[in-house]
């Protein structure tokens, strides 16, 4: 099977300017046959860190939220709230942290920002996936109780995954706390006794009882953990950190589980749109934008999450690189940018572990939009 993947590039004219251009991209990949009316619908991107600059800017979103308001469906901006601490870490700081990057209930054209997991990342709903490395996957309620879910991903490097595009927006992004704990360690947090005031933050909050105060520092019982993070994000000295010990391909096939939890209630009930442009090295959750590696390509649509994934790392190395930038291999069209970037990461396991758990297909037929004439 091929899929089709719907594609612009960035050249505009007196009759047609990108957001114009944008809102004819999806409806011609077909949003329209995705959502009816009064589908609530959880459009999942990514606000930027404070500080970063790369992500999507809002016009484009907002004219794919007036693209999907003309289907009658009822739209609503959501992301899952970060397991580092930084300004995404609960709900008030991530809202204030989206409404200072632009998006902002008038800017959105009334469109409210939910946050997917709550307050403080725990709510969550477990589904069920029995997939190799998951049995069930922790996925914020609110994208979970939508009834549809258009995802609009900017495309980059990731330093754990190679590139992050839809399937990470899904996956990663989708995820409770618990949820991305789940996918990036498969040990308990850990304590760092010298920073430690042993003040029993971490311990009040804990919901198994799995932290108590020895000698005055915390120390947390790995046969009680749960694994949910609160106590990463409660602690005020920042001394309860993440065990970074997850393989990569197993982070990179969790991940895809994830991905396939979230789209499990959603079947032909989802949307995916990547922007390539911006792409920096790395994920939007760093508090500034290292120099983007490849110049700008244009925005890709598509009701398949894995063939638009395939097609963006496909356009992406097709192009020459910037000079100047953290890249420094693989620098001429058609060699590995992300390979360029992370030599380590094998990052086409994730797309092929996602066709293999029947998320989508690699194989795809591009097809570009035509750009319109200019007005005489």
Excluded at 85 to 93: I, K, L, M
Excluded at 292 to 313: H, K, M, R
Aim: aromatic content about 6%; charged content about 20%; glycine content about 8%.
């Amino acid at each position: 099977m091929t899929a089709t993947v719907f594609f612009m590039d960035l050249e505009a004219t007196s009759r047609e300017n990108l957001p114009e251009k944008l809102s004819r991209l999806v409806k011609t990949a077909g949003i329209d046959t995705v959502l009816t009316q009064n589908d609530l619908t959880a459009v999942k991107i990514h606000f930027g860190e404070q500080g970063n600059t790369a992500y999507i800017r809002p016009v484009f979103i907002r004219k794919i939220i007036q693209a999907i308001k003309e289907t009658k469906a009822i739209p609503f901006l959501t992301d899952a709230n970060t397991l580092y601490v930084g300004t995404r870490v609960n709900s008030v700081s991530h809202i204030h942290t989206a409404i200072e990057n632009g998006f902002s209930y008038s800017s959105m054209d009334a469109t409210p920002i939910i946050i997917a997991d709550g307050l403080r990342g725990k709510s969550e709903t477990k589904i069920a996936v029995n997939q190799k490395n998951c049995n069930q996957v922790h996925i914020g309620s609110e994208v979970i109780d939508a009834s549809a879910l258009v995802s609009v991903a900017h495309f980059k490097g990731h330093e754990l995954s190679g590139f992050g595009g839809t399937l990470k927006n899904l996956g990663m992004g989708c995820a409770s706390r618990r949820g991305k704990l789940d996918q990036h360690s498969n040990v308990s947090p850990k304590i760092k006794r010298k920073t430690c005031i042993g003040c029993a933050e971490c311990a009040k909050h804990c919901p198994s009882n799995a932290i108590h105060l020895e000698e005055k520092k915390a120390f947390i019982d790995k046969g009680k953990c749960i694994g949910c993070a609160e106590c990463i994000v409660r602690c005020p000295t920042g001394s309860v950190n993440i065990n970074w010990n997850q393989t990569v391909p197993v982070f990179l096939e969790k991940m895809m589980e994830y991905a396939f939890g979230v789209l499990k209630n959603k079947k032909n009930k989802s949307f995916f749109i990547n922007f390539i442009t911006d792409i920096a090295p790395k994920c939007d959750c760093l508090p500034y934008s290292e120099a983007p590696i490849v110049g700008n390509v244009g925005v890709l649509a598509s009701t398949d999450p894995v063939a638009i994934d395939q097609a963006s790392a496909d356009l992406v190395n097709q192009q020459k690189a910037l000079p100047g930038t953290v890249l420094t291999t693989n620098l001429n069209p058609g060699e590995d940018k992300f390979k360029g970037l992370y030599p380590s990461v094998d990052w086409e396991h994730q797309l092929e572990y996602a066709q293999e758990l029947g998320l989508g297909t690699r194989k795809y037929n591009l097809v570009k939009l035509e750009t319109l004439s200019y007005k005489k």
